[in-house]
Structure formats: structure tokens, C-alpha cells
């Protein structure tokens, strides 16, 4: 015969870990859901979290599920930024999205744990006149690396 109190525990340890699990589905489900990620707000789980975010440069070692936003600019005009950057997936898979002032988004890199690439590469980037973010975007409590330099902007950090 169980007793009361162990039953409780059970019961309560089994509600934890099925909120546990559908919280983690619920930031998973937003990776391929543009009308999720253009929201003003982040919606993340973030398990882990190394940032510097100063100067015209974004450096960040992150465990995400979800978004995260980590650059705003106000744009006078159009144009077009080449920028330097470094990615790595460690686990999971994750990608770094442009937000345009019309809420488009446009995905500027996508990789996966598969992928552990840690060269230097170079973005065009398309802004446009108003406001323009870029979100990182996680699946899976992906493992990322990232390194990004825009001399225009705002960088910000992700953690809580």
C-alpha cells in the first residue's frame, strides 16, 4: 500500500515532467513558424547562456530553443550590409533570420548539429527603410556558437 504522501509526490513529480516536456514542444514548434517568430516578443527556453554584445559585435554561446532577438537597426533607407559572421551547431538545429519592417522574414543562415563549421563567412544582408531585427532561432536546445559583426544597429543579449 502506497501512502499518501509518496502518492502526492508521484502525481506531482509526473504533472513537472510533462509541463517540463510540452514547454520545451511549444518553443520547438515556433522554428518553422514565421508568424511566431516576427513578434516583437521572445518566446525561449534557454538552457545556457555566454554573451558579450557591444561595439558593433554579437558573441554568443547558447543552448535555445525558440527565438531570441540580438539586433535592432532603425533605417533611414535601403540598403545592403556585408557582414562577417562565424555559426556552429553543435546539437540541433538553428538559424539566424532578418525581420524587415513588414514583418518578412528572411532566413541569412540555417545550420544544423551536422554542421560544425567555424570558418569566417560573409552575409549581404537587406535592409530596409524602418525597423529591421535580427532573431536567432533554435530547435531542439540547439547548441549555438555565433559571432556576428554589424557596425549599424544594436546588439543585444538573449539571456533572462
Not at 508568424?35 to 554573451?51: A, P, Q, R
Not at 560544425?116 to 535592409?127: D, H, Y
Request: proline share 2%.
Amino acid at each position: 500500500m502506497i501512502s499518501k504522501k509518496k502518492m502526492l509526490i508521484f502525481i506531482s513529480l509526473i504533472i513537472s515532467i510533462s509541463m517540463l516536456i510540452g514547454c520545451n514542444n511549444t518553443m520547438d514548434n515556433i522554428y518553422n513558424d514565421n508568424s511566431k517568430i516576427v513578434k516583437e516578443g521572445d518566446t525561449f527556453g534557454l538552457d545556457e547562456t555566454h554573451e558579450v554584445a557591444k561595439n558593433g559585435i554579437y558573441k554568443g554561446i547558447v543552448k535555445l530553443s525558440g527565438t531570441g532577438t540580438i539586433w535592432t537597426y532603425k533605417s533611414d533607407k535601403n540598403l545592403n550590409l556585408k557582414v562577417p559572421y562565424t555559426f556552429s551547431v553543435k546539437s540541433g538545429k538553428a538559424k539566424i533570420v532578418l525581420i524587415s519592417p513588414n514583418n518578412k522574414v528572411t532566413v541569412l543562415a540555417e545550420n544544423t548539429g551536422k554542421n560544425t563549421e567555424g570558418e569566417i563567412k560573409k552575409l549581404t544582408i537587406p535592409i530596409k527603410k524602418g525597423n529591421n531585427r535580427i532573431k536567432l532561432v533554435g530547435y531542439k536546445k540547439a547548441n549555438i556558437t555565433l559571432e556576428i559583426h554589424i557596425d549599424k544597429g544594436e546588439f543585444q543579449k538573449i539571456d533572462f
